[in-house]
C-alpha cells in the first residue's frame, strides 16, 4: 500500500500533512475501537501506519496481528475507570477495578488515581516529559513509604511487594496501547489531550448504564418494605425528583418513639456509577461530623478525662506554639478559638495533606488564631475535626478511633454503620460527593 511513514518527517512536511490532526484522527479511531466497537488492535507502534499520499491525508493502519476482542462488561469497566480518573473519583475508581477483575492486596485509592491518571495524562514536550519523570518519581518514593507504613514491611521487603492480586490480561493490551500512542504523539511532537478526545467514545460505552433514573429503571428505589404511609408519600416524592433529574442518589432513615418510621434508599452511588444506593451504602456526611467529635470531648468530660475550662497547650503540649497558650478547650467548641482558618491554605495547597491525620495534627498545632480567643465565633469549617482530635488523643492517651469505638459504635452498637476515616475494604461501598 503506497503511504507515508509516520516516521518520514520531510516527505509528511513535503506532502502538507497535519501532524496534529493526524495523531489525532488515530486517537480517535483506538478510543472507538475500545469503547464502541470492543475490538481493537493492540499494536499501534509507528511502524504500522502510512498516512495517504492523497488529501486529506487520512491515516492508514497496516498490521492486524494483534487483536483483542472486549466483553461488553469489561468495556464499560474500561469507560467506568476512564471517567473515574477525569472526575476525580475514587469509590468509581475502585468498583472498576473490581468488574474487570483487577484486585489490590490494600486499600490505596490515592496511589491508585495518581496511577491510572497517568494513564490519561495529555502528551508533553521533552523537557516537560524529563520533570514529569523526576515528580513520578519523588512520588513512587513517597507512596512506597505508605506501602511500607501499612504493610510493616523493611524498606527491602517493600520493594520487592506487589500491590496488585490479580491483573487481568485485557488491561495489560489497553495500557500496552495506551502507552504507544503516547509514544506515537511525542514522536510527532504533537501535544494529544486524551481526557477531551476520548470522552464522547467512552461515554457512549456507559450509555444506559448511567444516570438511570426512575422512567427507565424499576429498582431505582431500592426493594426494601416500605414502614408507613409517611414514607410511601416520601417515595413518590423521590420518584417525582428523580424523574426531574435533581436526585443521583439518596438515602432517607427517620424514628419516631424508637421505631422506624421510614428507611428509604434510591439512586445511584455515583454520576458514572450504576451501582444502586442500599441501605447500607455508606455517605460522606461532611459537617455532620462535627456533631460527633463534639460529643466525644464531651464523653471524655462526662468520664473525667478533660475539663472545659482547660487550656489546650496544657493538654498537647506542641499546641502552645504561635500565642494560642489561652485557647480553653470550650473555646474550640463554640468556635471561638481563632484558629477558623487553621487548615484552609494548607489544604489548598495540597488537598491529599487532608489524608494525613498525623500531618494535620501538627498543621493545627502550628497555627496562628487570627482572632483574640473568646471573643468572636467564627465557623471553624476545617479545622474543628482535628482540633477536637488532638485534644481527644492527648487527654486519652488513646488513639481517635479508639475513643470512638468507645463513646459511640460499641455503645449504640453501629459497627459497619459510621466511620471517620474509611477503613480497608468499606472503601468500595461508599457513595461519591458530585455536583449534580
Not at 100 to 125: C, H, V, W, Y
Not at 235 to 243: F, I, P, W, Y
Not at 352 to 367: F, G, P, Q, S
Not at 368 to 390: A, D, N, R
Request: with cysteine.
Amino acid at each position: 500500500m503506497d503511504g507515508i511513514r509516520l516516521n518520514d518527517s520531510e516527505s509528511l512536511e513535503a506532502f502538507g500533512v497535519d501532524k496534529q490532526r493526524i495523531v489525532e484522527e488515530i486517537t480517535r479511531a483506538y478510543a472507538h475501537q475500545i469503547y464502541v466497537d470492543g475490538f481493537f488492535n493492540g499494536d499501534p507502534h509507528p511502524g504500522n501506519f502510512l498516512v495517504s499520499k492523497e488529501p486529506p491525508h487520512r491515516p492508514i493502519l497496516l498490521d492486524f496481528g494483534l487483536t483483542k476482542k472486549l466483553s461488553n462488561s469489561f468495556k464499560q469497566a474500561l469507560a467506568k475507570m476512564f471517567f473515574a480518573s477525569a472526575e476525580g473519583d475514587h469509590v468509581a475508581l475502585l468498583s472498576a477495578f473490581a468488574e474487570m477483575g483487577l484486585k489490590l492486596r490494600l486499600d490505596l485509592p490515592e496511589q491508585a488515581m495518581e496511577l491510572i491518571n497517568l494513564f490519561f495524562r495529555a502528551t508533553m514536550s521533552a523537557k516537560e516529559s524529563l520533570e514529569s519523570m523526576k515528580s513520578m518519581a519523588e512520588q513512587r518514593e513517597k507512596n512506597m513509604k505508605i506501602i511500607q507504613e501499612k504493610t510493616k514491611l523493611s524498606a527491602r521487603e517493600v520493594k520487592r511487594f506487589n500491590p496488585v492480586d490479580a491483573f487481568p490480561g485485557d488491561i495489560v493490551i489497553y495500557s500496552r496501547v495506551l502507552n504507544l500512542l503516547r509514544g506515537l504523539s511525542t514522536m510527532m511532537n504533537v501535544r494529544i489531550v486524551y481526557l477531551d478526545i476520548m470522552r464522547p467514545f467512552a461515554a457512549s460505552a456507559l450509555q444506559g448504564n448511567i444516570n438511570k433514573g426512575p422512567e427507565v429503571n424499576d429498582q431505582w428505589i431500592y426493594d426494601t418494605p416500605v414502614h408507613s404511609d409517611l414514607e410511601a408519600k416520601l417515595r413518590q416524592l423521590l420518584l417525582e425528583l428523580g424523574n426531574a433529574d435533581k436526585i443521583l442518589g439518596i438515602q432517607v432513615c427517620a424514628y419516631k418513639d424508637g421505631k422506624v418510621i421510614v428507611d428509604t434508599a434510591a439512586g445511584l452511588l455515583g454520576k458514572y456509577d450504576p451501582r444502586p444506593v442500599q441501605p447500607d451504602s455508606l455517605f460522606p456526611v461532611f459537617s455532620v461530623t462535627k456533631g460527633i467529635t463534639a460529643g466525644m470531648l464531651h464523653w471524655l468530660v462526662d468520664n473525667g478525662k478533660l475539663k472545659l475550662e482547660e487550656n489546650v497547650a496544657n493538654i498537647w503540649p506542641e499546641f502552645r506554639s504561635n500565642g494560642k497558650d489561652p485557647i480553653k478547650v470550650h473555646h474550640v467548641l463554640n468556635h471561638t478559638s481563632g484558629l477558623h482558618n487553621a487548615m484552609g491554605d494548607a489544604a489548598k495547597e495540597n488537598p491529599l495533606l487532608l489524608c494525613d491525620w498525623n500531618e494535620c495534627l501538627n498543621c493545627i498545632a502550628k497555627a496562628v488564631p487570627e482572632t483574640e480567643p473568646g471573643k468572636e465565633q467564627l465557623y471553624h469549617y476545617l479545622s474543628f475535626g482535628w482540633l477536637c482530635g488532638g485534644i481527644i488523643e492527648h487527654a486519652s492517651g488513646k488513639k481517635f478511633q479508639e475513643i470512638l469505638e468507645e463513646a459511640f459504635i460499641q455503645p449504640l452498637q453501629i459497627e459497619g454503620e459510621l466511620y471517620i476515616g474509611i477503613p480497608p475494604g468499606t472503601f468500595v461501598q461508599c457513595s461519591f460527593f458530585t455536583t449534580y
